[in-house]
């Protein structure tokens, strides 16, 4: 089952059940209030763009990205989703004034290795343990744990790296193209641009 969802860039988008039920969690619903602009807001107040509406459009052109490629080589439905879901929460951790907020706020209150991505992966623990429709709709998708590791990979493969062969646990080499949907760290040229 797919919602519609008007967008005045993407027109009209149809989105799975499970990202909807991502979307409808309290953790994603509160990137409306988290401007993707961050304190340039102020300065420039029209600039309204908002985490809410840039993550359902990246979510959105990972699905289309993926049925392109999807007519030159096999991919499945599980992997689509599981694109999708990385667009849709990758940018789930982000706080208050976005960059500004782990650039100027986080980095003196932590000595931890903090960043957006690895508090979006924590959020997507979070939102999975927590909310039982979730855990149902997962289910129901057939997404299994590797799929979870899939995305979550997806959404941080800043941290890994190629010094010894394939890092990634979620899929093998021969599906490499699949984790520069979202967040290419080769070329930079992804969805989220």
């Known amino acids: 089952m797919t919602y519609i969802f008007n967008d005045p860039i993407h027109g009209t988008m149809e989105l799975d059940r499970l990202l909807v039920c991502f979307i409808d969690t309290p953790e994603f619903q509160r990137l409306r209030n988290i401007k993707q602009t961050g304190v340039a807001y102020y300065v420039y107040p029209g600039a309204t763009h908002n985490r809410f509406e840039h993550c359902i459009g990246v979510c959105y052109l990972a699905g289309q990205m993926i049925d392109k490629l999807s007519a030159q080589t096999e991919i499945t439905r599980i992997d689509k989703l599981c694109v999708q879901i990385a667009g849709l929460l990758h940018d789930i951790g ?100």
């Not at 800043?158 to 979202?182: A, H, M």
């Open 94 to 193: 982000h706080g208050p004034f976005s960059h500004m907020f782990h650039d100027s706020f986080i980095s003196q209150m932590t000595a931890e290795n903090w960043s957006h991505e690895l508090q979006s992966c924590r959020i997507f623990d979070h939102i999975v343990r927590k909310h039982e429709k979730i855990q149902n709709a997962i289910t129901a998708a057939g997404i299994g744990e590797l799929d979870l590791i899939f995305i979550k990979e997806l959404i941080n493969s800043q941290d890994y790296t190629y010094n010894e062969g394939w890092p990634f646990r979620g899929r093998p080499k021969e599906k490499s193209f699949l984790y520069e949907i979202v967040a290419n760290e080769r070329t930079g040229i992804d969805v989220d641009k």
